[in-house]
């Protein structure tokens, strides 16, 4: 499974919303995720892939799929390792 | 130097960082070998394992996310195995969210719940078998706002009183096993924590607030009660929750009182 359906399935366990309605142009907010469960979504990556999102780098956030291409790249890094 | 926890283990829930790294270096200065556990940002608890280390003992790394009950029994699943054995538990780590009591909802109060005096109880239940036959030492960290209240802290503030409460049922029940189980609360002590919960405040509103001592509570103050109450000197000391908070709250109408996350 790519990253990016696993970062799916992790945003629908907390928000419970329909996967479908995830894309990666839509925002935390239109899935009405609020602030614990942005950081609940935020933690539950970083245990998954074991890496570290700090607070700054996650308000850059702007939709989705940069929250996808920041993990990413943070897991690609860890690779290089 | 005297070691007087010299050959013990002890588990510092939330290690990485601010009070929890101060318990674990006191701990580790008195000898006792130290696992380290952290769940946001393992630099610092390596950081941490490294300069217990550097004191001349032992010291683990273990991430766990204490508001998980299945985080929880991976964590003692580890130290079952590699050690079989636990002398101190210190439940320190914490979280909560900050809003007013009108808009606490059910995730943020079990959030706020589960990490602060749920991991309590789990962590607890399990060290209590890793103890057994040897006896033990369980210390939280508690705050002022389990019995003063302030705007914003009623999900922490309760999350300790609930904390301090089950102290005392374990402190009974975990007696006959030669557990002793106590807590520390802190008031206002100046950590990234308390960083983070004032930072919309302004510099006036009480973090830099004077106490009877003259000075804020530090990290290091802490960690000496919490090294007192897991010694032997201790041992008559059950179920009890002693305030270090340099003399703020025998007079909040002076000093202003204060939190500690």
């Known amino acids: 499974m790519s990253i990016e359906e696993e970062l799916k399935d992790i945003v629908v366990s907390i928000v419970h919303v329909d996967k479908s309605l995830l894309h990666r142009e839509g925002t935390f907010k239109e899935i009405n995720a609020d602030s614990l469960d942005i950081v609940q979504i935020l ?12 607070d700054e780098d996650a308000e850059q956030f702007q939709n989705f799929g940069d929250f996808v291409d920041y993990v990413e790249r943070c897991v690609a890094e860890k690779g290089k390792v | 130097m005297t070691q007087p926890l010299k050959g013990k283990l002890a588990l510092v829930t939330g290690s990485g960082r601010g009070i929890g790294r101060a318990i674990a270096l006191k701990l580790a200065s008195q000898g006792s070998d130290v696992i380290v556990n952290f769940f946001r940002h393992r630099d610092t608890a390596e950081q941490t394992a490294k300069d217990v280390q550097d004191i001349g003992v032992k ?17 003692f699943d ?19 969210v900050g809003r007013p009591v009108m808009d606490v909802d059910i995730k943020a109060w079990d959030w706020t719940m589960n990490i602060n ?40 503030g309760v999350s300790k009183a609930a904390l301090e409460a089950l102290t005392r049922y374990l402190a009974l029940e975990l007696a006959p096993k030669g557990i002793c189980v106590n807590a520390v609360a802190a ?13 919309d405040q302004p510099e006036s509103a009480g973090h830099q607030q004077a106490t009877a001592a003259g000075r804020m509570v530090t990290p290091e103050d802490i960690a000496s009660a919490v090294a007192f109450l897991c010694g032997e000197d201790a041992v008559m000391i059950r179920g009890q929750t002693i305030i270090v908070d340099g003399g703020t709250s025998m007079a909040p109408f002076i000093f202003g009182g204060g939190v500690n996350i």
Request: proline fraction near 3%; glycine fraction near 6%; charge should be neutral.
């Open chain 1, 43 to 54: 933690l539950n990556a970083e245990e998954t892939y074991d890496i570290e999102i700090p």
């Open chain 2, 117 to 156: 005096a749920r991991a309590l109880l789990l962590c607890a239940q399990r060290a209590a078998k890793l103890m057994e036959g040897r006896g033990g030492k369980i210390v939280s960290i508690s705050s002022l706002g389990s019995f003063l209240a302030w705007p914003t802290y009623a999900a922490v």
């Open chain 2, 187 to 199: 008031s206002a002590v100046l950590t990234d924590a308390l960083k983070f919960y004032i930072k």
């Open chain 2, 59 to 75: 010291a683990k790394v273990i991430r766990a996310n204490v508001g998980d009950p299945a985080k929880i029994d991976e964590m």
């Open chain 2, 78 to 96: 580890v130290i079952s195995n590699d050690f079989g054995y636990l002398d101190i538990l210190i439940n320190n780590a914490a979280s909560g």
